[in-house]
């Protein structure tokens, strides 16, 4: 049988833990403690035929602590420390930490003649490799 590989695809993605947590939840037009106004990706956790008092049966907290993504189909629960995934069409979904861990790396790129005020900024965070380059240029990876 013909064998095939998946395209590498880079995507957007960030951790969600409660309502205001995504990028692109319009934060700004949220009250100091998002009480009153739920994010515009994830939404608050809200169906009529379930208790926000029920356990989830992936992480056991109650469903109040959860979130809500709108798709064409019904939605995505999303628990807290899911990562949500904008994908390349610019739909939005959960994906468990321990698959996400598994299935993505973080892009890193290369910021190359750093200046030296750069290069003071880069040596101050953990884990950041630097590169001498064969013509004296110093180069760095950020993200
Ligand atoms: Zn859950």
Request: aromatic share 8%; net charge negative.
């Amino acid at each position: 049988m013909p064998k095939f590989r998946k395209k590498p695809v880079e995507i957007e993605a960030s951790q969600w833990f409660k309502n205001g947590d995504h990028p692109k939840d319009g934060t700004d037009r949220m009250q100091p403690d998002f009480s009153e106004c739920e994010g515009a990706v994830v939404r608050y956790f809200r169906r009529p035929d379930v208790p926000g008092t029920t356990p989830c049966r992936h992480c056991d907290k109650t469903m109040h602590d959860h979130g809500w993504i709108d798709t064409l189909e019904g939605g995505h629960i999303v628990c807290p420390g899911d990562y949500v995934i904008t994908g390349v069409k610019g739909e939005n979904y959960p994906c468990k930490p321990d698959i996400f861990a598994a299935t993505y790396d973080e892009v890193i790129e290369q910021k190359k003649n750093l200046t030296i005020g750069e290069l003071e900024q880069i040596l101050r965070e953990p884990d950041r490799k630097v590169h001498i380059n064969p013509d004296g240029s110093v180069s760095a990876e950020i993200n």
